[in-house]
């Protein structure tokens, strides 16, 4: 599997991170194909006023895909915030998480602006039901991604790999639904979701960054592992 090169995957690579110069520099670059944002990561990235980043980055960026999301509890608020974040223009996707704070689910919501036309990103995403129940509420003319945090599932000891490929196939009949692996904790999990039929994942620029080490010889990279101990260990005037 690792084998394989950059040039050879088909999976798009979406860049997450509310850092606008960060996003600017990825999209000159051209790997990036797309960017996905949530209100943690603006909070961390010190943005204070949310529409006026969000229409900055559209600007800037005005042809990759950018998703924003929604941050009421309510449906009727979520559905307020969803089409004046629509409005913004671009090819913007609108974030609807898959259920509120009181784990009330968003797919009434989410099924009407569908049925509208309405882009969409649902997030938040960690079982397959949730994915089950989903998929016939995608309008299948409208564009639409599926956010499984397949790094949080990693997280509770649980391989994602058998619930993103049971993803894939509950999705398959939409053509417009594309599957996201959201949260990889490393740059192997570009190949394990290309594998599992995502279509799409994401990653910080730190895994990014990464993408340059795909088929490096392993014998060179031992060899300066080895060098950059030595180096340290001489700079740091250790002795025993």
């Known amino acids: 599997m690792t084998t394989r090169g950059l040039k050879d995957l088909k999976i798009k690579l979406?860049?997450?991170?509310?850092?606008?110069?960060?996003?600017?520099?990825?999209?000159k670059k051209g790997v990036v194909k797309g960017f996905t944002t949530n209100p943690t990561l603006m909070r961390k990235a010190g943005v204070t006023d949310y529409a006026a980043f969000a229409k900055a980055a559209?600007?800037?960026?005005?042809?990759r895909n950018i998703s924003f999301e929604v941050f009421s509890d309510d449906l009727a608020g979520m559905e307020r915030e969803a089409r004046v974040i629509a409005s913004w223009g671009g090819d913007t996707?609108?974030?609807v998480p898959i259920s509120n704070t009181k784990g009330e689910s968003t797919v009434p919501l989410i099924r009407k602006l569908s049925s509208e036309g309405f882009?969409?990103?649902?997030?938040?995403?960690?079982?397959l039901d949730q994915v089950k129940t989903l998929a016939p509420a995608l309008n299948p003319k409208a564009k639409s991604i599926v956010s499984v945090f397949a790094g949080r599932i990693a997280d509770t000891g649980v391989d994602p790999v058998p619930l993103m490929s049971a993803a894939a196939a509950a999705l398959a009949s939409n053509a417009n639904a594309d599957l996201l692996w959201a949260s990889?904790?490393?740059?192997?999990?570009?190949f394990h979701a290309e594998d599992c039929g995502c279509?799409?994942?994401?990653?910080?620029p730190d895994i990014l960054a990464k993408l340059g080490l795909i088929g490096k010889d392993?014998?060179?990279y031992s060899l300066e592992t080895v060098k950059m101990f030595y180096a340290d260990a001489t700079a740091a005037g250790f002795k025993i």
């Open 14 to 27: 979406f860049q997450d991170g509310a850092d606008l110069n960060q996003m600017v520099e990825a999209y």
């Open 58 to 63: 559209i600007k800037a960026i005005p042809d």
């Open 93 to 95: 996707s609108v974030k």
């Open 119 to 127: 882009s969409l990103n649902v997030t938040a995403i960690l079982t």
């Open 184 to 190: 990889p904790r490393e740059l192997l999990n570009v």
């Open 199 to 204: 279509r799409i994942i994401t990653a910080t």
């Open 218 to 220: 392993l014998t060179q």
